[in-house]
C-alpha cells in the first residue's frame, strides 16, 4: 500500500508538470530528479554518507544523554518540576540560530553537524523517558515500599521498564529531526553533506538536483524510522501484544 501511494503521487506529480508546462526551474518533473539523481550518483553518494554519518553520531549522543537525563529528571518530582520549565525554554529556540554560535565554537565542519543533531533529537528522548518514570502511580510505589522495596528499586524494576515503550516510541520522532537538525547544520556551516550539496546546488540554479538532494533525504529518513520501528518491536513487543492477541480480547 505505501509503494502505490508513493508511485500515485509521482504519477501526478508528473502529469501536473508536464499539463501545466512548469519550467525545470521553477518544479522539476519527476523523471527530471530521477535523471538528475543517476548523473551526480557520486557526489550524492558522497554527500549523503556525511549526512549520516553526522546524524546517527549526534542521535546516538541524544540517545544516551536523553536517556540518562531523563532517568534523572524523572525520578524525582521535586527536580522534574524544577527542570521542565527550562527545558521547554530550552526547546522552543530555534535550532538554526544555534548554529552561529556553534560555528565560532568549532568552526565550519562535522562538528557543528553532530551537536545540531544532538540538540533537535535529544528533547523527545528526554521528555518521554522521565514521564514514563515520573507517571508511576503513587499506589503502586507504596505497596513497594510496604513490601520493603527502595527508590532505587522501584526506579530500576518498575520505572525504567514503564518508560521503554515510551523511550523507543520517542525514537521514531528523534531520528527524523536528527536529520533536519544535520541538514540545517549543514547549509549553513559545512562544506560537505546533502545540506551542503543543495546550497551549491540552488547557487547554479541546477533545480532538480536541489529536488534529488530532498529525495535522498527522505529516503535516509524512512530507512532510520524503519530501523528504529524494528528495534522498537524487538524491544517492547510485550506492551503492545495484547493489543493483536485475540484470545486476550476475550
Given amino acids: 500500500m505505501p509503494w502505490l501511494v508513493v508511485f500515485s503521487l509521482f504519477a501526478i506529480w508528473e502529469g501536473t508538470v508536464r499539463l501545466f508546462d512548469f519550467p525545470q526551474f521553477i518544479l522539476p518533473a519527476p523523471t527530471v530528479i530521477f535523471e538528475s539523481m543517476w548523473q551526480w550518483r557520486v557526489p550524492i553518494i558522497d554527500n549523503a554518507m556525511q549526512t549520516a554519518f553526522t546524524t546517527v553520531v549526534g542521535f546516538g549522543i541524544a540517545i544516551v544523554f536523553g536517556l540518562v537525563t531523563g532517568v534523572l529528571i524523572g525520578s524525582s518530582s521535586l527536580v522534574y518540576n524544577g527542570f521542565y520549565p527550562v527545558l521547554i525554554g530550552f526547546n522552543s529556540i530555534p535550532k538554526v540560530a544555534v548554529v552561529p554560535i556553534l560555528v565560532i565554537w568549532f568552526g565550519i565542519g562535522t562538528v557543528p553537524a553532530i551537536i545540531t543533531a544532538f540538540l ?12 514514563g518514570i515520573a507517571t508511576v502511580e503513587q499506589e503502586l510505589k507504596d505497596v513497594l515500599r510496604a513490601l520493603g522495596a527502595s ?15 515510551y523511550f523507543f516510541a520517542s525514537l521514531k520522532i528523534a531520528i527524523t529531526v536528527a536529520f533536519v537538525g544535520s541538514i540545517i547544520a549543514e547549509t549553513v556551516a559545512s562544506n560537505k553533506g546533502i545540506g551542503h550539496l543543495m546550497i551549491q546546488a540552488s547557487s547554479r540554479f541546477e533545480v532538480p538536483l536541489v529536488f534529488a538532494g530532498l529525495m535522498v533525504t527522505a529516503i ?10 524494528f528495534v522498537e518491536r524487538r524491544m517492547t513487543g510485550w506492551a ?8 486476550s480480547q476475550v
Avoid: C, E, W
Avoid at 527508590?151 to 515503550?165: A, N, Q
Fill in 151 to 165: 527508590k532505587r528499586d522501584i526506579i530500576m524494576k518498575v520505572g525504567i521498564p514503564r518508560s521503554l515503550p
Fill in 120 to 131: 533537535i533529537s535529544f528533547f523527545p528522548i528526554l521528555v518521554n523517558v522521565a514521564t
Fill in 240 to 247: 503492545t501484544r495484547s493489543q493483536g492477541d485475540p484470545a
Fill in 220 to 229: 535516509m529518513g524512512v530507512l532510520m524510522y524503519l530501523a528504529a520501528n
